[in-house]
C-alpha cells in the first residue's frame, strides 16, 4: 500500500512538471531564466494547471459519493442532470449580458442550483426513482438548452460549445477558492468515510450499525451536488472523470473510503491536469476543449476497467 501512494507522489511531481512545462512551446520550469518564460510559467500556467488539479479532484469525489449514493457504479456528477440545467444558465447568462465575463459562470452556477432543488423534489423517494427523476431530467435540460443554442445569436455559439466541451482557459474562479473547496470537499468525505463503507453493505445492515441513512443519504446529495455545481461553473461539463477514477482507485486501493476518498482527490486531479496539458499542446497554438480527452482517455479505460473487473 506504501508503495501505492509513493506513485501517486510520483505522479503528482510528473504532473506538475508536464502541465508546467507543455503549452505552444515547451519551457523547462528548471531553465526558465528569462522574464518571458517565468511570466508564463507562474502567472499563466500554474493557476491553470491548479485549477485543473482541483475540477478534477471535485469532480472525482463527487463520482465517489454519487455511486455510493444511488448503490450504481454507472453513477457519474452529471447523472442527475445538473450538468443539463447549468448549461442552460450559462447560455442563458451569455445571451442576457454577452459583454460580461462572469455571464457563463453566474448562470452556469444559478443553473446548477436550479436542477439541485429539482432532483431534491424526489430525493424522498429513494435511490432508484431519484436516479430515473435524474435522467428525466436532464433529458428536459437538454430540451432547453436545444431551444435557447437555436436562440443564440451567432456570434455567441463558438464560446457556448467551447464551455460545453469544457473549457479552463476562461475560468472565472480564483484558484484559492478552488483549492479550499477541493480541500474542504475532502475533509467532509473522511469525516463521512466510515459511514459510507457501512452503507455499501445496505441500509439494514447500516442502520442496524448505528448509521443514520436518510440524514447520510440527504448529506450525500447535498455534498456532491453543491460540488458538481462549484466544478461546472468553474469549468464546464467534463466527463468521465467522476466515472472512472473512483473505480480505478478502487482496484488500487481497496473499497475502504478512507483510502479510496484521497485517492481519487488526487487521481482526478492529476488525470484532467494531464488531460489540459495534452489540450495545450496537440494543436499548438490552438486548443483542443478538455472534455474531449477526458473522454478519449475515460472511454476506453473504462472498458479496461470493466474487462478487468470480469
Not at 512538471?17 to 507543455?22: K, N, V
Amino acid at each position: 500500500m506504501t508503495l501505492r501512494w509513493l506513485a501517486l507522489g510520483g505522479g503528482i511531481i510528473a504532473c506538475l512538471l508536464i502541465g508546467l512545462g507543455a503549452g505552444e512551446q515547451w519551457i523547462n520550469p528548471f531553465a526558465a531564466h528569462d522574464p518571458m518564460s517565468a511570466t508564463i510559467l507562474w502567472e499563466l500556467r500554474l493557476p491553470r494547471l491548479l485549477t485543473a488539479f482541483a475540477i478534477g479532484g471535485l469532480l472525482a469525489l463527487a463520482g465517489v459519493w454519487f455511486q455510493v449514493l444511488l448503490g450504481n457504479p454507472l453513477a457519474e456528477p452529471y447523472v442527475l442532470g445538473v450538468a443539463g440545467s447549468a448549461s442552460a444558465g450559462a447560455v442563458t447568462g451569455l445571451m442576457l449580458i454577452p459583454a460580461s465575463p462572469w455571464a457563463m459562470s453566474a448562470g452556469a452556477f444559478a443553473g446548477a442550483w436550479i436542477g439541485i432543488v429539482a432532483v431534491m423534489a424526489f430525493a424522498h423517494l429513494g435511490a432508484g426513482r431519484m436516479l430515473l427523476a435524474g435522467v428525466v431530467l436532464a433529458a428536459f435540460w437538454s430540451a432547453v438548452l436545444a431551444l435557447l443554442l437555436a436562440l443564440l445569436p451567432e456570434q455567441g455559439l463558438y464560446r457556448a460549445f467551447a464551455w460545453m466541451m469544457g473549457d479552463l482557459s476562461h475560468s472565472e474562479l480564483p484558484v484559492p477558492l478552488l483549492l479550499l473547496v477541493w480541500a474542504g470537499a475532502l475533509l467532509c468525505g473522511l469525516l463521512l468515510s466510515r459511514s459510507l463503507d457501512l452503507l455499501l453493505l445496505g441500509e439494514r445492515h447500516a442502520e442496524a450499525l448505528g448509521v443514520e441513512v436518510k440524514q447520510l443519504r440527504s448529506r450525500l446529495l447535498w455534498l456532491a451536488s453543491a460540488v458538481t455545481a462549484i466544478a461546472v461553473t468553474a469549468a464546464g461539463t467534463i466527463g468521465f472523470v467522476g466515472l472512472v477514477i473512483p473505480h480505478l482507485m478502487r482496484l488500487i486501493f481497496g473499497s475502504l473510503h478512507r483510502a479510496v476518498l484521497p485517492a481519487s482527490a488526487i487521481g482526478g486531479g492529476l488525470l484532467l491536469a494531464l488531460a489540459d496539458a495534452a489540450a495545450r499542446s496537440v494543436i499548438a497554438p490552438a486548443e483542443l476543449p478538455v472534455g474531449v480527452l477526458t473522454a478519449m482517455i475515460g472511454v476506453p479505460l473504462f472498458l479496461f476497467l470493466l474487462l478487468r473487473r470480469n
